[in-house]
T-cell receptor
C-alpha cells in the first residue's frame, strides 16, 4: 500500500465550479500535512499546510481527519489558472522528508 | 524568501557517461537537502537525504554507487548520476530545509533538472 494515495484523475471542470480532492495516508504517526501544486515540467510549490482544525486561504479550504487518516482540498470558484497537478504531501513523525502522493491532475475549462 | 538554485535545468547525455547536478541554497544555510526523482505522470519519489559533512541516507532501492551525493558545504549539494542509462532519464529535483525557517514551512525546491540519456 502506498504511503499517500490520491485519485489520479484527471478532473476536467468548467470555470467557476467547485472541485474537491481527497487523499489518504497509511502512517497514523504522520505529523505534518500539506497540499502542493505542480505545473507541467515545473517544481512543486506549496499551496497550503493542513491543520486538524481545518484552514482556509481565499478560495482554498483544507481539512484533516486524523482518525480517518484523510486529507481534503476544496477549491471554490475555480479559475483557469488553477489548472495543475495537486499533490498531497505528508511528513512522517520524526523525519524531515516529505512523502508525496501521486497527484491529481486538474484542468479548468473556459 | 528562501531560494534554491538548481542547474543545469536540462541535460542530454550519452549512455555510459556521468552527469552532475548542483543544488545551491542562495540566501540560507541548509544542513539537510533532499533529492527527488519524478518519472512522467508519476509523483516525486525521494531518492536520498543529503546531510552536510556526512554520508547521504539513501531510500530503499536507490543505488548509492550509481547516484553519488556530496554535501560538502552548508549551501551546496551535488547529485552525480554515474554511467547513465536511458532508464535514468527523469526529472530530478532537489529540496533544501531552511533551518532558520524563513520559508512558509521550511522546505524550498529547486527548479529541477530534466535528464535525457540517449
Amino acid at each position: 500500500r502506498k504511503e499517500v494515495e490520491q485519485d489520479p484523475g484527471p478532473f476536467n471542470v468548467p470555470e467557476g465550479a467547485t472541485v474537491a480532492f481527497n487523499c489518504t495516508y497509511s502512517n497514523s504517526a504522520s505529523q505534518s500535512f500539506f497540499w502542493y501544486r505542480q505545473d507541467c515540467r515545473k517544481e512543486p510549490k506549496l499551496l497550503m499546510s493542513v491543520y486538524s482544525s481545518g484552514n482556509e486561504d481565499g478560495r482554498f479550504t483544507a481539512q484533516l481527519n486524523r482518525a480517518s487518516q484523510y486529507i481534503s482540498l476544496l477549491i471554490r470558484d475555480s479559475k483557469l489558472s488553477d489548472s495543475a497537478t495537486y499533490l498531497c504531501v505528508v511528513t512522517p513523525r520524526g523525519a524531515q522528508k516529505l512523502v508525496f502522493g501521486q497527484g491529481t491532475r486538474l484542468t479548468i475549462n473556459p | 524568501g528562501a531560494v534554491v538554485s538548481q542547474h543545469p535545468s536540462w541535460v542530454i547525455c550519452k549512455s555510459g557517461t556521468s552527469v552532475k547536478i548542483e543544488c545551491r541554497s542562495l540566501d540560507f544555510q541548509a544542513t539537510t537537502m533532499f533529492w527527488y526523482r519524478q518519472f512522467p505522470k508519476q509523483s516525486l519519489m525521494l531518492m536520498a537525504t543529503s546531510n552536510e559533512g556526512s554520508k547521504a541516507t539513501y531510500e530503499q532501492g536507490v543505488e548509492k554507487d550509481k547516484f553519488l551525493i556530496n554535501h560538502a558545504s552548508l549551501t551546496l549539494s551535488t547529485l552525480t548520476v554515474t554511467s547513465a542509462h536511458p532508464e535514468d532519464s527523469s526529472f530530478y529535483i532537489c529540496s533544501a530545509r531552511d533551518t532558520v525557517g524563513t520559508g512558509r514551512h521550511g522546505y524550498t525546491f529547486g527548479s529541477g533538472t530534466r535528464l535525457t540519456v540517449v
